[in-house]
Structure formats: C-alpha cells, structure tokens
C-alpha cells in the first residue's frame, strides 16, 4: 500500500525534535510561539520526494534526521546532483522568498524525518522578526558560496579531491549545524551525491584517511580536518 501524501501524514513536533531547529533559537517570543503553533514533523521513506520540479511552494522545510539530496534531471536524462542535506539543515528560502515552483527536485535517499514551516508563516517571520531575517541571510549568503564551490569541484580531474570537497560541504557547520564532526552517511549514499561509483568513492575515503584529514567509523565518517578538506588539492 503507497503511504499516504506527506501532508497528511504531518504531525506536530516533539520537544526532542524542536531541539534539533537551528534557527528558534534565535526568535524572540512572540515568534517562537507563532512558529511552534506553524511547524509540523514528517516521516519520509527511502526515495521518496520532498519537492518535485514544477510544484508549488508549500513549506520551508529543514532535515531533524536522515539524508536528502537536491537534484534535477537534464536534457539528456542524466541527474544533476547539486547538495546533500544532513540533520540540521533548512532549504529552499529563496524558492519560499520568491513563492515561485520548484527548480529541483528533494529526494529522500534514507528513511527520514523532515519538518516544514509553511510559507505565510515564513513570511510573517521575515515581517517581523530580526533574528530571523539575519539567520535566512546567513542561510542565503552561505549557499550561494556552497553553490560556487560546487561548480568548481564538478570540473575537477581528481575523483578524491572531488570526495573531499563533497564531505567539507555536508560537514558545512552554518548549513548543517546537526552534523558536527562525525557525517553519519554510507560509501553508497555518498556515492549518489559525488557521482562517483561506490568503489571510487571508497578509494577515494582510504586516500583522505590515509592523510590525516578524515577517519572512517562504523556507520559514518569523521571529519578530523574541515579546513584540509575545503583546499586539498592531489
């Protein structure tokens, strides 16, 4: 039986995973309450789509747990993946801002909890809260350097200086405060987000172990040098 649509499937949050938002923090009050009365909590299956191409904008939505990744098909049929999406992590306020469809698609590539803040909430946040209004700019400005970095390292020749810049950006601590040190994420996932085989890929994480900058661990990978990983070059 197909699950049911991920709206109706959404429920409010739990105090743990309101802990996991990075950005109530930074609200005062009166906007706290407004968007913890707003924000909803859903479970998404493996593959399963967040956004799709074309769609309008409903929600803001951020990762409490699990992995997403943000895509698009080109004209040739093959994907584009342009992020992952790790706990911690909220995306699409310039698509929200902008209240225009989606541009790329959000694919969940494990089982995984998403929350979504709806748009006219988000509006009034913006409206009348400054602490909100720095935490999107710092979101915005962030990306967009994410976003050119990306450009740069999809041209690269090097498969492990490819790896490495693809772990710095997961392990980015403004966009994906949930993270911390250790990227709780498998050689496959990885994989999908670098466009790498799982084999590559796996040479790729023995080579930058093998310099100090990472270590693998049962279930993810630790991150032992965040700058070393943004500059390498083999």
């Known amino acids: 039986m197909d699950p049911l649509p991920l709206q109706q499937r959404a429920r409010f949050a739990e105090r743990k995973e309101l802990d996991g938002i990075p950005w109530l923090a930074v609200l005062d009050a009166g906007a706290r309450e407004q968007a913890l009365a707003a924000i909803r909590v859903s479970e998404v299956l493996p593959g399963e789509h967040v956004c799709r191409i074309g769609r309008p904008v409903v929600y803001w939505f951020g990762v409490i747990e699990g ?3 943000m895509s698009r098909d080109n004209a040739k049929g093959t994907t584009m993946t342009f992020a ?3 706990p911690g992590g ?17 694919q969940a590539l494990r089982k995984s909890l998403i929350a979504g803040l709806p748009v006219d909430t988000f509006h009034w946040l913006l409206d009348h809260s400054i ?4 935490f999107v700019m710092g979101q915005l400005n962030e990306r967009l350097g994410q976003f050119i970095m ?10 492990d200086v490819r790896v490495a810049r693809n772990l710095a950006a997961l392990c980015n601590p403004v966009l994906y405060p949930g993270v911390q040190d250790l990227l709780r994420i498998t050689q496959q996932e990885l994989a999908y987000l670098v466009g790498l085989s799982r084999q590559r890929v796996n040479e790729g994480l023995q080579f930058l172990q093998g310099r100090g900058l990472i270590r693998i661990e049962y279930g993810g990978v630790r991150i032992l040098d965040l700058d070393g990983l943004r500059v390498c070059e083999f």
């Open 90 to 106: 909220w995306f699409g306020e310039g698509t929200v801002i902008k209240r225009e469809p989606y541009r790329y698609d959000i």
């Open 67 to 69: 992995l997403l990744k």
């Open 84 to 86: 992952g999406l790790p």
């Open 150 to 159: 990306a450009r740069e390292y999809d041209r690269l020749s090097s498969p």
């Open 131 to 134: 602490g909100f209004n720095r």
